[in-house]
Every structure is written in C-alpha cells, then in structure tokens.
C-alpha cells in the first residue's frame, strides 16, 4: 500500500527565517514518484516539483529545495529566507508511476509566514 | 494551454438535495481524476477514468455518488442524495500519461451541505 506521512500539521515562522517541512513515505514499489504541491487560501493546487525514485540528486529552485533521502524514504521541502508570500498548505504525494497512475496526498502542512 | 475548468466554484446546498459538478480537462488529457478534499486534509481519489472508461472508483461511494465521462472527454460528478459528511472541495484533474507526465488541477469546487 502507498502512503505519505507529514508529521507537522501546522508551522509558523517569521519573515526570512528558514523552514523545513518533513514528508515520509511508504511503498513496495521500486519505481515511484514524488511530489510536492502548495495549496495558498484561493484553493487551486501548485505543482512545485517532481522527483522520480531513481534520481536522489537533491534540487534547488530559487530558495526552495528538496532533500530526496531513499534510505529513510524521506522528501522533505525547505524554504529559505521565507516571506509571507509562502502563507499557503503544502502538500507532499506519492505516485506509483505506471501507465494509469493517480496520487496519494499526505494531510498537509498549514505553513504561516509572519512579517 | 487552457488549464482544467470546473465549475461551479462554490455550491450550498441542504442535506438530501443533489448536486453536479463539472469538469473540463485539458485537451488531449486521456485520464480524468475526481478528488475530494475534507477540510484539514490531503485530497482523497474519488475516481479516475481513461477516456470514457473507469480505471478505479474503490473509494467512490456508490450509494450516493455518480460520475460519468462521456465521449472520454467532460466529466460530471454527482451526488445524491448529499449528506453533511459531503461539504467539501472536490478537485478535478487530468494528465496526459507516463509520456507526458504531471498532473494539472482545476480550481475546485467548494461544496457546503447544510
């Protein structure tokens, strides 16, 4: 069975402090997908990234990056220097990568940026 | 490249009335998911579709929900009658396949029951 696990429901922080959220997963599979999604209030889901199970590199963007860690299947997101524009729930998803595939969400993480 | 359209955006409706969403998703997208978000947690597949065909609704709850996708293109998602349990945001998405790979999420709809 697939599943994602993220342990932290709710996190704030201050403007341009760091912060890490923690995604764990669980599948049999050897070829998989992960995901990280943000969800600000207006509702729509953002794709942020994609990560496929045999690429470990881990990958900046701008002051997001991603820590892909198979050996305790972690992916965990951190964002540097945060602003308040990063307010949002983000979510991290597992995907078995076949033909027909469809996503497994964790519950979210509700990450607050105060100025 | 339009982005995946539903609609209504928001609904309230009384518990034991129907209601229907709609879905437009990306032309050329083959596979069509249905999600359903309760607040407070991860989006839940509802059921997914290749073409006009399903490919799995084993958490649909057939009692009450409907979805259909004729001509392998719009989807409508019905419930019916709707319970309270049933406010949530129900999420469309489409993907064009392993070649094309992603998912693209449409805004939702934002469905009460009171």
């Known amino acids: 069975a697939q599943k994602v696990t993220q342990a932290q429901t709710e996190i704030s922080v201050v403007e341009k402090e760091d912060v890490t959220l923690d995604c764990v997963y669980e599948?049999?599979?050897?070829?998989?997908?992960l995901f990280w999604y943000k969800q600000p209030p207006s509702g729509e889901l953002v794709f942020l990234i994609r990560?496929?199970?045999?690429?470990?590199q881990n990958e900046i963007s701008g002051r997001y990056s991603w820590n892909f860690q198979k050996s305790t299947s972690s992916f965990n997101f951190t964002i540097t220097a945060s602003q308040v524009v990063d307010s949002a729930v983000y979510f991290c998803?597992?995907?078995?990568?076949?033909?027909?595939?469809?996503?497994?969400f964790g519950r979210g993480t509700q990450l607050t940026v105060w100025p | 490249e339009a982005g995946v359209a539903q609609s209504p955006r928001y609904k309230i409706i009384e518990k034991r009335q129907s209601v229907a969403f709609w879905c437009n998703p990306i032309s050329g997208h083959a596979t069509l998911y249905w999600y359903q978000q309760i607040l407070g947690q991860g989006p839940k597949l509802l059921i997914q579709f290749q073409n006009n065909g399903v490919v799995d609704d084993s958490q649909l709850p057939k009692d009450r929900f409907s979805a259909e996708r004729l001509k392998g293109v719009d989807s409508t998602l019905k419930i019916q009658p709707a319970k309270l349990e049933d406010s949530a945001v129900y999420l469309c998405a489409s993907s064009g396949g392993l070649a094309n790979y992603g998912y693209t999420f449409g805004s939702g709809t934002r469905l009460t029951v009171v």
């Open positions: 990560r496929n199970s045999f690429d470990e």
């Open positions: 998803a597992l995907d078995r990568g076949s033909t027909l595939g469809r996503l497994y």
């Open positions: 599948t049999r599979d050897t070829t998989y997908y």
